[in-house]
T-cell receptor, first 114, second 115 residues
Framework: AQKITQTQPGMFVQEKEAVTLDCTYD???????LFWYKQPSSGEMIFLIY??????QNATEGRYSLNFQKARKSANLVISASQLGDSAMYFC???????????FGTGTRLTIIP | DVKVTQSSRYLVKRTGEKVFLECVQD?????MFWYRQDPGLGLRLIYF???????EKGDIPEGYSVSREKKERFSLILESASTNQTSMYLC??????????????FGDGTRLSIL
């Protein structure tokens, strides 16, 4: 079974600062994928970034990057130069390769302060 | 772009009613999923389907059933709604080819209140 832990229920960050959202995971599967989703107050889940367990480099997508530390089983999301529109819930999720089911963490509510 | 459409954004029903939540995707995806989202608990998988007429229980299937008669449509059924089923329900789909980096695509969610 997989488990995702997001220890920050809420965070407040000043606009234009960088922010790191923590995610640790537990799995016995040797191969897996890690995903981050953003959920604005409107409710839709927006896929942000993916990291494969065998990827040699940390994933980046625009202002989003993933600080992947496999030995520590952590996959923290880094948002550079935060914007007011980044205020949302953020979920970390994982699935083993060959398995369709995603396991989600409990989420972090990020609020960007002007 | 993948489009996953849930039939209602908001729904109010009474205890004991049979409730249907509908989800349609337009990308010919094999896999479809129903999640429930509650504060502090994240998203929990109720049921998923990997083909027409096929279904598998997720982590919290009690009190729910599903139907997938056509590939593009996946319905969640609350057989006899109860107040503890008040929640946000999210539908998702993904390709059965399952490229490892492909995400699930979500609908906008249905906020269901059971009175």
């Amino acid at each position: 079974a997989q488990k995702i832990t997001q220890t920050q229920p809420g965070m407040f960050v000043q606009e234009k600062e960088a922010v790191t959202l923590d995610c640790t995971y537990d799995t016995s599967d040797p191969s897996y994928g890690l995903f981050w989703y953003k959920q604005p107050s409107s409710g839709e889940m927006i896929f942000l970034i993916y990291q494969g367990s065998y990827d040699q480099q940390n994933a980046t997508e625009g202002r989003y990057s993933l600080n992947f530390q496999k030995a520590r089983k952590s996959a923290n999301l880094v948002i550079s130069a935060s914007q007011l529109g980044d205020s949302a819930m953020y979920f970390c999720a994982m699935r083993p390769f060959g398995n369709e089911k995603l396991t989600f963490g409990t989420g972090t509510r990020l609020t960007i302060i002007p | 772009d993948v489009k996953v459409t849930q039939s209602s954004r908001y729904l109010v029903k009474r205890t004991g009613e049979k409730v249907f939540l509908e989800c349609v995707q337009d990308m010919d995806h094999e896999n479809m999923f129903w999640y429930r989202q509650d504060p502090g608990l994240g998203l929990r998988l109720i049921y998923f389907s990997y083909d027409v007429k096929m279904k598998e229980k997720g982590d919290i299937p009690e009190g729910y059933s599903v139907s997938r008669e056509k590939k593009e449509r996946f319905s969640l059924i609350l057989e006899s709604a109860s107040t503890n089923q008040t929640s946000m329900y999210l539908c998702a789909s993904s390709s059965g080819d399952l490229p490892v980096n492909q995400p699930q695509h979500f609908g906008d969610g249905t906020r269901l209140s059971i009175l």
